[in-house]
């Protein structure tokens, strides 16, 4: 059992989850990935190289995903538009990676503290084209540990991107984490580049001249999109079945929801808390389900309501979705959320 | 071993496949040039036998479409990116021959920052630089490297010095660079420049297979097309108007004196990786027993002063000593709008169940170590909590009197053993003496187990051990005998 | 003693893009255009072979852009390789 720092844990996880790679530009509050990468991955035989930018560390991690390695990097908001263009080359190409962002209030050059404001451009795709990565949010440092292992895992059972979408304050936590005892050795992949006879058939490319050629891509991610969306939700319940009123956050949010809600059931409120482990494939069946079941919801968010959207869109028109947000990096506090929720369970 | 017979090297596919329409010949122009560097980098590649090993990165731009043609490894790069792109491969399989094939767009504009580093870093790979000083694929547009006057879809009116600078000289640039081993520029345009580009295709290749390092070839390349010349005209623009500006020469060729160096990626053992990992550092928990847990009351604290007095590293170590009785804990420093007053903090918070919020606003303890920190929070501290004052730097009282205070004199203590960093852990130790919340002996095994710098493991048990004595010697006795103010 | 063919060009039809690099780096200008002017399947007059005067020296080979559209016969390897230098006997 140790006591780690989350950002430091993602890199542990990621070394025992078989990554051997991380490229990546240094940005506050993703540093101490980089830092920790450069400290360990050499020591276990591994690569860190700090790349002169992120749009070289992305293609970075596009050259080594393509020769078959398990491979990471890690940025913030303003890091992560310039990824924009190789992730969409990443999920056209169908090659895994493991990308974290550790969001920080923007736009533009914002600040370092955090906010949630990359949901649209990680969850729905920032870069060009019908495409779609998967995205996981953790809460906690065991989590940061746990999900990552589950990213390199569904980045190549799916041979896509996947997102670990965190924020300033969950990086920078201390929490016990329990690390797994044994490396994971990733098997041969049959479409990768391992410079040698049997491989040197390959071709890792997007680009599909042949008519009705890319279309015929398109429809098959689309159709990986949906397999991912029918295997892969998560989400956390906490007190939800008896709830009047069901709070949706994530990351960091979720954990002030949580205190919230254990004040205001305290307080005899049937308040519950509804926590999306993945942003995609989102839980927009159970938040259907909830819906009809008559439950209101109150959606927190550090954004102007980009979760919002994917809520509203999953609870349908009759459903009652109040809606909470602070911006620029101001963290609501446990009692403002509590007075915030209780005003609509009067 | 002269070759009786020149033919299509084996390193091309036989047929193009990949290609449709007419498979067996290029989708390049007439006279272009790609044509003949793709068939000097199929002959080097043939007659070195290293087709299973090449991996070839494709850019954007004409040859984009360079993966129809070369039977071993592709990977398609985005616009600019085919540098990092090798990176990232030859990193991965170090045994692999990686060739970046880049036109000018791709390589001296949008991609002038990977090319600059991939060679600043020596990055080993063979760089081949097809400079035909215009945009083909896209239309004829106007290249970095358009000459002065040249007149392109996108400079109309010949390119002028005002509006768009000056031809870049890629290979100057690059042998500017201590790490490149090899840099060249040669063209396509009579028989002659033809043979110096093979030789020159063929030793960057051989540098790479012989580990020696990054080698760059800039290769002049007729683009009738896009010049709107005959191929003969073309090739003869280029010894007429481009060789005067892109002097074909050897820049810099360290190819024999050059080190070899071959990456070796070593496989470890899980016991390796994990001791590598640095895990399992504080040992597993041991709990005292269970019925502590279940009625332990969850705790609040903050440590407050300002960044090299160690209340940082003294919520840490509490932290770490609370999991020996497998609590759940959770620490978070200061950061963001609450580092107002100048003061670093960090909040802990421990508990038997799952911890929320780990953000704390009302602690049960506030640990303050200099004035700033009490100004700031002392009116946060709950009522009935406990407040800690290091009275060696804070000279006031608290304006509190429904809450219960220590004034320890923290850092006094801990320059009296020699070890004045150490005041965190003599108010650590103070702390557990004073409340007996957790075992004094957890906090000594744990506290050198959390620290960074372990060989002050033993001033700082010490130091903890000061810390309780105070308590026992100023606070306990006092007790005992008669409950006065302390002094 | 083996018989000697003299050293000779190849160029396939339907692979030759008529840009003419062949015709001007050929010393001995032994390449033209096929004599009918004809036009192949890509809709270029491709070029020909004289049918002598070849040296063999492999500049038409290097000069074409395209794969496989040109192929030199350099000089047949005598059986005896009398100067055991490889090279044809004066």
């Not at chain 2, 390796?272 to 005292?288: H, N, S, T």
């Not at chain 2, 269970?290 to 590293?313: D, P, R, S």
């Not at chain 3, 000069?63 to 350099?74: D, L, N, Q, S, Y």
């Amino acid at each position: 059992m140790e006591l780690i720092k989350a950002n430091e844990a993602v890199v542990k996880a990621a070394i025992l989850a078989g990554c051997t790679q991380y490229y990546g530009y240094p940005i506050t509050p993703a540093s101490e990935v980089a830092m920790a990468s450069a400290k360990y991955l050499p020591k276990v035989g591994g690569t860190f190289l700090q790349a002169e930018s992120e749009v070289a560390a992305i293609n970075m991690v596009y050259g080594a995903s393509g020769a078959g390695a398990r491979v990471m990097t890690a940025s913030s908001g303003p890091g992560i538009s310039l990824k924009q263009e190789g992730v969409s080359y990443m999920a056209a190409s169908e090659l895994p990676c493991v990308i974290v962002d550790v969001m920080r209030a923007g736009p533009g050059l914002g600040n370092i503290w955090p906010e949630q404001g990359d949901w649209n451009q990680v969850v729905h795709g920032g870069g060009h084209g019908n495409y779609k990565v998967i995205v996981l949010t953790p809460n906690c440092a065991q989590e940061m540990c746990d999900l990552t292992i589950l990213a390199f895992e569904l980045a190549e059972k799916y041979r896509t991107p996947v997102y670990l979408l965190t924020d300033a304050y969950i990086g920078q936590m201390m929490e016990p984490v329990n690390f797994p005892k044994e490396r994971v050795k990733p098997a041969r992949k049959d479409w990768a580049l391992y410079a040698d006879a049997d491989s040197h058939k390959n071709l890792v490319s997007s680009i599909f001249m042949s008519t009705g050629g890319l279309e015929e891509h398109n429809i098959h991610l689309q159709e990986k999109y949906a397999e991912i969306e029918k295997n892969e939700v998560r989400y956390q319940e906490v007190m939800v079945e008896d709830a009047d009123l069901v709070m949706i956050g994530y990351g960091f949010i979720s954990r002030m929801l949580l205190s919230v809600t254990e004040i205001l059931r305290e307080e005899g409120y049937k308040v519950g808390l509804l926590r999306p482990i993945t942003a995609f494939p989102f839980c927009s069946k159970r938040l259907e389900e909830l819906a009809g079941q008559g439950k209101t919801f109150l959606d927190v968010e550090l954004s102007n309501g980009q979760m919002l959207r994917d809520v509203r869109l999953a609870v349908g028109k009759d459903a009652t979705v109040h809606f909470y947000n602070r911006m620029g990096g101001i963290v609501p506090s446990v009692e403002e959320l509590t007075n915030v929720a209780r005003g609509y369970l009067k | 071993m002269a070759k009786d017979i020149l033919q299509k090297p084996g390193a091309f596919f036989d047929q193009f496949d990949r290609k449709g329409g007419a498979q067996k010949t290029t989708h390049y122009c007439p006279g272009c040039g790609h044509g003949n560097a793709h068939k000097l980098i199929a002959e080097a590649i043939d007659d070195m036998g290293l087709q299973d090993r090449a991996v070839f990165v494709s850019p954007v731009g004409c040859s984009v479409f360079a993966y129809y043609y070369f039977d071993m490894g592709n990977i398609q790069a985005a616009h600019g990116r085919a540098p990092a792109v090798g990176t990232g491969v030859k990193r991965t399989r170090p045994n692999s021959i990686v060739i970046s094939y880049q036109g000018d767009g791709d390589l001296a504009s949008i991609g002038s920052a990977e090319i600059l580093h991939a060679a600043n870093r020596g990055e080993q790979m063979a760089v081949f630089f097809i400079n035909n000083a215009i945009y083909g694929m896209t239309g004829g547009q106007m290249a970095a490297t358009s000459l002065i006057g040249q007149k392109t879809t996108t400079s109309p009116y010949g390119r002028t010095v005002e509006n768009e600078g000056y031809p870049m000289q890629m290979a100057e640039i690059m042998a500017t660079l201590r790490a490149p081993v090899f840099v060249q520029r040669c063209h396509l345009a009579d028989s002659k420049g033809i043979m110096d580009t093979r030789k020159a295709v063929r030793k960057a290749i051989k540098n790479q297979a012989e580990g020696k390092g990054f080698s760059f070839v800039e290769i002049l390349s007729p683009c009738p097309t896009g010049w709107k010349m005959s191929t003969h005209d073309a090739c003869e623009y280029i010894k007429t108007n481009m060789l005067p500006i892109f002097p074909a020469k050897v820049f810099k060729d360290e190819s024999e004196t050059r080190e070899p160096f071959f990456r070796e990626i070593p496989t470890l053992t899980d016991e390796q990786v994990i001791k590598a990992l640095e895990l399992g550092m504080l040992g597993e928990p041991q709990p005292r027993d269970e019925k502590f847990l279940k009625n332990f009351t969850t705790m609040k604290y903050k440590f407050a002063g300002f960044g090299g007095q160690g209340v940082l590293t003294a919520g840490v170590i509490l932290a770490a000593t609370a999991m020996q009785e497998n609590l759940q804990v959770s620490w978070i420093p200061s950061y963001g709008p609450e580092m107002r007053g100048g003061t670093a903090n960090c909040s802990v918070v421990l508990s038997k169940d799952p911890i929320g919020s780990p953000l704390v606003v009302k602690p049960d303890v506030l640990a303050v170590m200099n004035d700033p920190s009490l100004d700031t929070f002392e009116n946060d501290l709950k009522p009935g909590g406990l407040l800690i004052v290091n009275s060696s730097i804070i000279a006031r009282k608290t304006k509190r009197t429904d809450i219960d205070t220590l004034y320890i004199p923290l850092t006094d203590i801990a320059s009296k053993m020699g070890l004045t960093a150490a005041a965190n852990m003599v108010l650590l130790g103070a702390y557990l003496e004073y409340t007996k919340l957790l075992p004094l002996e957890h906090l000594k095994l744990i506290a050198p187990r959390g620290l960074k710098r372990k060989e002050l493991a033993d001033k700082n048990v010490e130091a903890v051990e000061a810390g309780a004595k105070w308590v026992r010697e100023n606070i306990t006795a006092k007790k005992t005998k008669a409950p006065a103010p302390v002094a | 003693m083996a018989e000697y063919t003299q050293p000779r060009v190849e160029i396939v039809p339907n692979l030759c893009k008529a840009c003419q690099r062949c015709v001007d780096v050929c010393k001995p200008g032994v390449i033209e255009t096929n004599l009918e002017n004809a036009f192949n399947e890509l809709g270029y007059q491709w070029l020909v072979y004289k049918g002598e005067g070849c040296t063999g020296c492999g500049a038409c080979f290097y000069a074409c852009p395209e794969p496989g559209a040109i192929i030199v016969f350099k000089r047949t390897k005598a059986e005896e390789d009398v100067a055991g230098n490889g090279k044809a006997p004066k």
